[in-house]
């Protein structure tokens, strides 16, 4: 029997290789900048390196080389990317064979080719868990948030060039188990006020999930209020937000994936895909300032010619008063998402694929937020990204052909790309 062909139509993957977390998120000079850890020889963990594409609008992808490969005892980890001096640098973890991780530098001229910063690692603690620095302006000079993941720990550095780095504050949690990945520091704006969201990666013994808290940063210290779920799905990770984006938006990519099972799903040569593209603001909900996400206008723009079949990447529009079901289908597949008594269900037993890894043939429950009549689903032949106004349910699924139909007793509008 012919291997089901996996790949999506409008989400990033790499060409035939592995892929994890974005890095280096940047838009420069009209150029939306994805870099991404990419195992350049493989379909699964390892040899770290950054890949590379280039999109114009978010959503048509060009792969460019690799740009910074791994190298003798020298692996690349997460990091980020920010313009000084005219020139690109990416700031990213040095992960060495001998298990310290300290950060380094390499800059690009063109955006393309990067070298290594000859005074590399220019931050080293002598630490096993100190890695993924993100970079941003914060007044005259450059703030630098990074975790020391096993303590649990976010750190915050300053410097003026990007090679010279003191420490100025620091954020942990109360005592947990699991470790912090992947930090992100901005700010964003809800009625004139500025609030500063914080986004973290945790893995623990419930799996891996993205948290994010709101608060105050005076350029050292970040104080804010208790941990929120970003995405009751399980398969988010590892997300980051776009240095410069333009028009002051904060446009968020992350790895879809749960990391326990992101080296068995049945997809190749490529293996790993990223979120779409998400537009973040802040709402008020039950009076506390609220992440809320919406598909970036790049995609939804593009998104608007009404078809009854379901195609492989669609727009859905899910209304409901009462509960509800939308059952997704092809053959024997199922993919079932419900509204019962105030929660939603997403049920992805009968899907497709699900038997290459225990935890992955699971319902998810979560609570409905109160007013909400409706979502937006995004369908694309290996996923689904459901957003209900404060709420977004990431999940795989691997149906043995493309959903065809959708049977409802809500309503649904189907939308394909109009291009
Ligand atoms: C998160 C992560 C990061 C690390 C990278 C290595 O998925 O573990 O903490 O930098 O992946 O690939």
New binding site residues.
């Given amino acids: 029997m012919q291997e089901p062909d996996f790949r999506p139509l409008a989400h990033f993957t790499a060409r035939d290789t592995w892929l994890?977390?974005p890095n280096g998120l940047l838009f420069h000079d009209g150029v939306w900048h994805l870099f991404f850890?990419n195992n350049p020889h493989g379909s699964v963990?390892g040899n770290?390196s950054w890949g590379h594409a280039t999109s114009a609008d978010l959503l048509h992808w060009q792969h460019q080389p690799l740009a910074i490969g791994h190298e003798g005892p020298e692996a690349i980890?997460?990091g980020s990317a920010v313009v000084h001096e005219g020139r690109i640098a990416a700031v990213y973890?040095s992960?060495y064979d001998d298990g310290i991780q300290a950060q380094s530098l390499a800059w690009s001229e063109d955006g393309t080719t990067f070298v290594k910063d000859a005074a590399n690692p220019v931050l080293d603690r002598g630490s096993t868990g100190f890695?993924?620095p993100k970079v941003f302006r914060y007044g005259g000079s450059w703030r630098m948030v990074s975790v020391e993941?096993d303590e649990r720990t976010l750190l915050v550095h300053s410097s003026d060039d990007l090679r010279t780095w003191t420490q100025v504050g620091s954020f942990s949690d109360e005592p947990g188990v699991g470790i912090w990945?992947?930090p992100d520091l901005f700010p964003l704006l809800l009625d004139g006020q500025t609030h500063w969201v914080l986004l973290l990666?945790v893995q623990d013994a419930t799996g891996s999930r993205v948290e994010y808290r709101v608060g105050t940063f005076d350029g050292e210290r970040f104080q804010g209020g208790p941990a929120r779920s970003f995405d009751t799905g399980p398969d988010v990770?590892?997300v980051a937000t776009w240095t410069d984006a333009p028009d002051d938006r904060r446009v968020l990519l992350g790895?879809m994936a749960q990391?326990t099972y992101a080296g068995s799903t049945p997809t190749g040569p490529w293996r790993g895909a990223m979120t779409l593209p998400r537009d973040l603001a802040l709402a008020r909900q039950g009076g506390e300032p609220t992440l809320v996400q919406t598909f970036s206008p790049e995609v939804t723009s593009v998104f608007t010619r009404e078809v009854t079949d379901l195609p492989t990447a669609c727009l859905v529009r899910c209304g409901f008063s009462g509960d509800a079901s939308w059952e997704f289908g092809a053959g024997q597949d199922v993919l079932r998402i419900a509204v019962e008594s105030g929660e939603l269900v997403v049920d992805r037993r009968r899907s497709g694929i699900v038997d290459f890894h225990e935890e992955f043939a699971r319902e998810t429950r979560v609570a409905l937020p109160e007013g909400v009549e409706g979502f937006d689903l995004f369908l694309d032949r290996c996923s689904l990204e459901l957003l209900a106004g404060p709420s977004s349910v990431t999940q795989l699924v691997f149906p043995t052909e493309p959903y065809r139909e959708v049977r409802t007793d809500g309503s649904a509008t189907v939308r394909v790309l109009d291009r």
């Fill in positions: 994890n977390d850890q963990w770290m980890f997460s973890t992960a890695r993924d993941a990945e992947c990666s990770y590892a790895w990391p």
